[in-house]
């Protein structure tokens, strides 16, 4: 446990198992329950007598207790109530097991739009990106991301030139296309292919065209002026007056901004400022 991580654990077998495993002194444990997303965690109702059977185990530390929200951006009176039950739980484990406990359960929607009980920890995750998942929330964050590619490719297509695999884009007139060093495989979502997604040259906006392809995409650069290969290309984020939000992006390959950010693939290049 040299890097101060702890383990999330959801059963009385697992603990156990982490109990047995240690060489190196107690291992952190974050006890979960599920107070209503199916998912993980042990079940609301058995909480309490499973919390006190892990306390007692060798080589265990409760360090925290947590549950996750399953609608917190989308159904409030839910969530409000699940807020309330959640605190009782905690309030019962502590009151049981004396310790100092940190209890958690607001994420990034929950933290936005709920005060809540006084937990101890938020858990930021998309807004660690500058990205809302509440819409009205939006204003209060920046993008802390731009995603960029460059050109490949200039060459102009006449009338009647197809466009990539399936022939779904067909020239109506004679146009310039640049081919980009981007496409499925980096993590751009194929479902843009058609679907009036756009990438910023210039702080411009061109449209895709054709499908997206496992290594690359093409986009029409008709209007700007002097495009050359190595020029670089905003796939999200800010150029200018322009934006390309992952909001966006997400909206028009119908799917979720969570998505979005977490399919970059690894040979994108990362760069911190």
């Known amino acids: 446990m040299t890097r101060n991580y702890s ?13 047995r495993v240690a060489r190196e002194g107690a291992i952190p444990i974050n006890f ?10 042990v079940p609301e109702g058995d909480a309490l ?29 839910y969530t409000r109530d ?25 994420q990034s929607a929950g933290t936005l739009a709920f ?25 209060l964050l920046k993008p802390a991301m731009t995603w960029k590619t460059r050109i490949a490719l200039v060459r102009d297509m006449p009338k009647g030139s197809s466009i990539s695999y399936g022939r779904t884009f067909i020239a109506p007139r004679k146009m310039r296309i640049a081919t980009l060093s981007a496409g499925y495989a980096d993590g751009y979502p194929w479902h843009l292919s058609n679907r009036d997604a756009a990438v910023l040259v210039r702080g411009r906006r061109c449209a895709l065209v054709g499908r997206v392809t496992m290594d690359l995409m093409m986009i029409d650069v008709s209007k700007i002026d002097n495009v050359k290969v190595g020029n670089e290309v905003v796939l999200m984020g800010s150029d200018g007056n322009e934006e390309i939000s992952c909001a966006e992006l997400a909206e028009r390959a119908g799917t979720i901004t969570w998505e979005i950010i977490t399919r970059i693939g690894s040979r994108v290049r990362r760069v911190f400022v």
Request: charged share 20%; glycine share 10%.
């Open 82 to 106: 699940q807020l309330q039950r959640f605190g009782k739980i905690v309030r019962q484990l502590r009151a049981a097991v004396p310790g100092d406990f940190k209890a958690h359960v607001l």
């Open 7 to 19: 383990a999330s654990q959801i059963w009385i077998e697992e603990a156990e198992e982490f109990g």
């Open 115 to 139: 005060n809540g009980p006084p937990f101890d920890i938020v858990r930021a995750g998309i807004m660690l990106y500058g990205i809302s998942p509440l819409p009205e929330f939006q204003r």
């Open 32 to 41: 979960k329950i599920d107070t209503g997303m199916g998912r993980m965690g």
């Open 49 to 77: 007598s499973v919390f006190q059977k892990v306390s007692g185990l060798p080589n265990i530390e409760i360090h925290s207790i947590s549950t996750h929200l399953p609608v917190s951006n989308e159904d409030a009176a």
